[in-house]
């Protein structure tokens, strides 16, 4: 099955600063990948997602990369703001037939004021 | 947009007693729900896929007469904890794909306490 590798565990930056968070997946049949950002307590929200017909998405501050020879995808973040703060999560599938997403097991982003 | 509503939030229980839990997809049909699993610091893993219609899909190591689910229609899929333990104690969150080329949406998830 899909096996979806994710770093850094933690990551602390300033406000302001950019942060990258890296995933790497294992099944080449993979053809989804969202990203979820999940504060204590609360339900994963997608923030932005991307499918392997494309290479680069960008959403105002948020942008993910993928490189499907390498299989890899990342997600930046600039100009971080305090309330960025949270776990983020990739997530892979096969996104025809419905079928699962498999997670990372996510990066703590801390953004200090 | 998709909406999964889930049921209840919060449940303490007894040691011993079964506790179910609602996922019901609010604006769209959804054949296929998955639930998931979250202990404290970890990611979300994956336990069953819930199957209108059929009986679900386990994964390893989920023991399926311990957490039995039903999908009796096309917006509403069961997880029933049995016999729960401290041990199962956790953050149970269901998720469903309203659509191909629609991301995957959860509820708001269910944090269980057996004490």
């Known amino acids: 099955g899909e096996n979806v590798e994710q770093h850094p565990s933690t990551l602390s930056v300033q406000e302001g600063d950019s942060a990258v968070i890296k995933c790497t997946y294992s099944?080449?049949?993979?053809?989804?990948f969202p990203w979820y950002k999940q504060e204590l307590g609360k339900r994963p929200q997608l923030i932005i997602d991307?499918?392997?017909?494309?290479g680069e998405k960008k959403d105002q501050r948020i942008a993910v990369t993928l490189n499907k020879t390498a299989k890899h995808f990342s997600l930046h973040i600039t100009e971080t703001q305090p309330e960025d703060s949270a776990v983020y999560f990739c997530?892979?599938?096969?996104?025809?037939?419905?079928?699962?997403?498999?997670f990372g097991k996510g990066t703590m982003l801390l953004v200090s004021p | 947009g998709a909406v999964v509503s889930q049921h209840p939030s919060r449940v303490i229980c007894k040691s011993g007693t079964s506790v179910k839990i609602e996922c019901r997809s609010l604006?769209?049909?959804?054949?296929?729900m998955f639930w998931y699993r979250q202990f404290p610091k970890q990611s979300l893993m994956l336990m069953a896929t819930?199957?209108?219609?059929?009986?679900?899909?386990?994964e390893q190591g989920v023991e399926k007469d311990k957490f039995l689910i039903n999908h009796a229609s096309l917006t509403l899929s069961t997880l029933t904890v049995t016999s729960a333990h401290p041990e199962d104690s956790s953050f149970y969150i269901c998720?469903?794909?309203?659509?191909?080329?629609?991301?995957?949406?959860f509820g708001s998830g269910t944090r269980l306490t057996v004490v």
């Open positions: 998720s469903a794909p309203p659509g191909q080329m629609i991301g995957y949406t």
């Open positions: 099944d080449s049949a993979s053809n989804y």
């Open positions: 991307i499918r392997s017909n494309v």
């Open positions: 997530a892979a599938s096969i996104n025809s037939g419905y079928s699962t997403l498999t």
């Open positions: 604006d769209f049909q959804a054949t296929t």
């Open positions: 819930s199957n209108e219609g059929s009986k679900a899909t386990y």
